[in-house]
């Protein structure tokens, strides 16, 4: 411990030399507003739009109801093929209830499945915090009705719902919206599309390690 | 081939035993590829390197496809965004007021981790940040099988050279971003800061795959082609048994927010989240310049960062943490602040702007140095103009590599144009080019070994004298014929390559004739020639002004 306090005063102590010639207490100069709407002419056509240029499966639900929303999750999944899926805890019971009903294995992670039971698992499904229309971004901020992180990962396919008025124009917006769940500790995932990899020859590969496959949700009226 | 087992117990269906390897590894035993022989710091100087990278051509095609792919497409993005040049300002004032308050903003951040319930330990240079990791490591993976790390992708810890301290300690730290993996596997350095194995094709790849992967962990499939979608769904299952059985996570951070104590990191594949997730114990190499002020700062540079990088609108994963949360992954979680020579940057008023430089590549992608010759010729695991500033700061001007890096440049501006965080790259390598010079002058010993390097300032010396009285320089011109007019004549409008030592100047460049006459000549007897081009010329655009 005395040595990393050392380390500390070292490392400070040379920054603060270096620094000798900067005045402490200069004004900022950065001209930047925060948290500005991005002009558009429909945010939410936007989004739809964003996010399916990134490979992803798009459906626009008009009708926000939880049994629009139930009847579209069993759609969605039996046009993936997908025949089991986790569920986080807080999931909307009517969603959960759609499911099962459709004859597609809910598996309930309560209490919190083992990585090697969420590797053998088709699909998750679950809700979202954010979407940036302007960047075509779901952010997760792994609530109850998201589930913890690994939820979202593991398994192949993630088909997500995002409701209308969770939708902002672009990354300052949403930045804004994000404000609460960091206060409150809790980790933050912003997903643009399904895992993809440009290493080999600059050439974009849908699928590496994340969900392959990735089905939107847009559920609402703004 | 392969040979002793470290690991006892594995069953035949089980995962496989991590496996002492000599194959292609120097005739060593190994737990992972071993890189190139020898230091990145004894590279040597760049025109050299240079000259052995561009008798590579499958490299060079291989650079040329991608690099002007990805310009374009980064064009494209950048030209969406009707604000860019604003956020490019902010991200520029945003960066600065850290740099330049560094110590205050440091203080704030480790405060912040602390708070959220994250170790914070500090490192002067790359051998107390590796003690630091492994010790945390070993202590961790003491009643463990596998003693082995996965890695998220991080320039911070190839800097420090963390793999090879950990290997040193016998424990495998396994690269999981495709490229490093690709380079990893092929015994091969980075040559690019955010696609590392872009100097390799889809057939060089397959073929790496095929050869090493069995050595490590499990085998490429026996017919795997080289489409780029199968070459990657063969590192998805190679590396998936990595991550199933991970205790310990090694990353670095886009960003560290000092005001919430967030980490951030952005990548693609996924590969990033499955180590941020799924270990038990999370540890972060941080150099100490990746501060942001506020969570909300993080709106320009999540704008600025994916678009200048990878050109996309957004790179597909974000994470961002702050500190270990009940129920969802790790919750022994540590950051390293790594110094390393980053002060040594800091003092310099003019170079400290590189501390600015979110690590997104678009100057390498623009560099048409960086595009003919590669990565590798910087002998450094920066390239392209950023690492030709940033090296020699880092690092100092003793090794002959670092003392030719300023000059890997045609100073052409393209990378000043393209920094997301307006760093004047064009002109620190000016600057750097300058500190070089200086610190040449002062070291005998460079001095004595670098005589043709010397050349230059001496004739500039005698040339600023020539140039600075009206009369020497009358005089040193003699009459109405210039010297190269009469000894030269007029074969040829430019100068080929000259002899030693004028070879170190011509080498490189066309020098352009020396005309028959002075212009002072010229000026003066201008009015004896009616028919001089320039005086037809004058009058003509009198004529046109009325």
């Keep these: 411990m005395s040595e990393n306090s050392s380390a500390r005063d070292a490392v400070l102590g040379r920054i603060r030399e270096a620094l000798a010639d900067v005045p402490a207490d200069e004004p900022k100069t950065s001209q930047w507003t925060y948290g500005r709407p991005t002009a558009m002419p429909d945010v939410l056509d936007r989004f739809v739009e964003r996010v399916a240029d990134y490979e992803a499966t798009v459906v626009r639900l008009h009708d926000g109801s939880d049994d629009a929303i139930g009847r579209a999750l069993v759609e969605g999944l039996a046009t993936i093929g997908v025949h089991d899926v986790v569920v986080p805890p807080g999931l909307p019971q009517p969603w959960r209830q759609a499911i099962a009903d459709a004859g597609v294995e809910v598996v309930d992670d309560d209490p919190p499945l083992s990585r090697e039971r969420l590797n053998a698992i088709g699909g998750v499904v679950t809700a979202a915090r954010v979407g940036a229309a302007e960047s075509g971004t779901i952010m997760l901020d792994h609530a109850a009705d998201q589930g913890r992180r690994a939820l979202t990962l593991v398994p192949d396919v993630h088909v997500c719902v995002v409701r209308a008025d969770q939708v902002v124009s672009d990354v300052p917006e949403a930045v804004e919206r994000l404000q609460d769940s960091v206060a409150q500790r809790r980790p933050i995932t912003w997903v643009s599309g399904p895992s993809a990899t440009s290493d080999i020859e600059l050439k974009r590969v849908e699928g590496v390690h994340g969900p392959r496959t990735l089905y939107v949700i847009v559920a609402g009226r703004p | ?546």
């Excluded at chain 2, 740099?99 to 107390?128: I, K, N, P």
Aim: aromatic share 4%; proline share 7%.
């Design chain 2, 1 to 546: 081939m392969t040979d002793t087992q470290t690991t006892p117990d594995a069953s035949p269906t089980g995962p496989r035993p991590l496996k002492l390897v000599t194959q292609n590894n120097h005739g060593r035993a190994r737990l992972t590829p071993a890189p190139p022989e020898g230091e990145l710091i004894d590279s040597p100087p760049f025109p050299e390197a240079a000259r052995r990278e561009l008798g590579l051509p499958v490299q060079r095609t291989n650079l040329r496809h991608a690099m002007t792919a990805i310009r374009t497409k980064r064009a494209d993005v950048v030209a969406e965004l009707d604000n860019w040049e604003d956020l490019r300002a902010a991200g520029a004032a945003i960066k600065d007021d850290v740099v330049r308050h560094l110590d205050r903003y440091l203080v704030q951040l480790e405060e912040s981790l602390t708070r959220a319930g994250t170790v914070v330990h500090w490192a002067r240079d790359a051998a107390e940040a590796n003690r630091i990791v492994v010790d945390l490591v070993k202590e961790r993976l003491v009643d463990e099988p596998y003693q082995e790390v996965v890695k998220v992708k991080s320039m911070a810890t190839q800097e420090i050279e963390l793999n090879e301290a950990l290997e040193d300690a016998g424990v495998a730290a396994w690269e999981t971003d495709l490229a490093e993996l690709i380079a990893q596997l092929g015994h091969d350095r980075p040559s690019h800061i955010l696609v590392p194995a872009i100097h390799r094709n889809r057939g060089e790849v397959r073929e790496i795959f095929t050869t090493e992967m069995g050595n490590y962990g499990k085998p490429a499939p026996a017919d795997l082609d080289s489409q780029p979608v199968n070459l990657a769904n063969a590192s998805r299952e190679h590396l998936r048994e990595k991550f199933m059985r991970a205790h310990v996570a090694i990353s670095g951070a886009n960003f560290a927010v000092a005001d919430s104590g967030t980490l951030c990191v952005v990548e693609s594949e996924g590969n990033g989240r499955m180590c941020l997730t799924l270990a038990d114990t999370l540890i972060s190499v941080v150099g100490i310049e990746k501060v942001v002020p506020t969570f909300a700062d993080l709106e320009v540079f999540l704008q600025l960062l994916p678009r200048s990088s990878t050109a996309e609108r957004m790179n597909p994963y974000t994470s961002l943490w702050t500190g270990p949360t009940d129920g969802d992954g790790p919750q022994d979680m540590h950051v390293v602040l790594v110094d390393n020579g980053r002060t040594n940057v800091l003092a310099d008023p003019v170079g400290r702007d590189a501390l600015r430089c979110i690590r997104c590549s678009a100057c390498l992608n623009v560099c048409p140095v960086y595009e003919k010759v590669g990565g590798h010729a910087y002998g450094s695991v920066y390239p392209g103009p950023i690492g030709a500033v940033l090296t020699p700061q880092l690092r100092g001007t003793a090794s002959s590599v670092d003392r030719s890096l300023p000059f890997a440049s045609s100073l052409c501006g393209a990378c000043n144009e393209v920094c997301p965080v307006k760093i004047p790259l064009a002109e620190l390598l000016v600057h750097m080019r300058h500190k070089v010079v200086e610190s040449k002058k002062a070291d005998p010993l460079v001095s004595a070994k670098g005589l043709g390097l010397h050349a230059e300032p001496a004739l500039m010396k005698s040339a600023s004298w020539l140039f600075s009285d009206g009369r020497r320089w009358s005089a040193a011109l003699g009459a109405e014929a210039t010297v190269g007019g009469k000894v030269l004549g007029r074969v040829t409008d430019h100068f080929g390559p000259l002899p030693w030592p004028l070879s170190k100047w011509t080498n490189a460049r066309d020098v352009p004739m020396v005309p028959d006459e002075t212009f002072r000549h010229w000026f003066e007897h201008r009015g004896d020639r009616p028919d001089a081009k320039g005086r037809e010329h004058l009058a003509s655009e009198e004529g046109d002004a009325r």
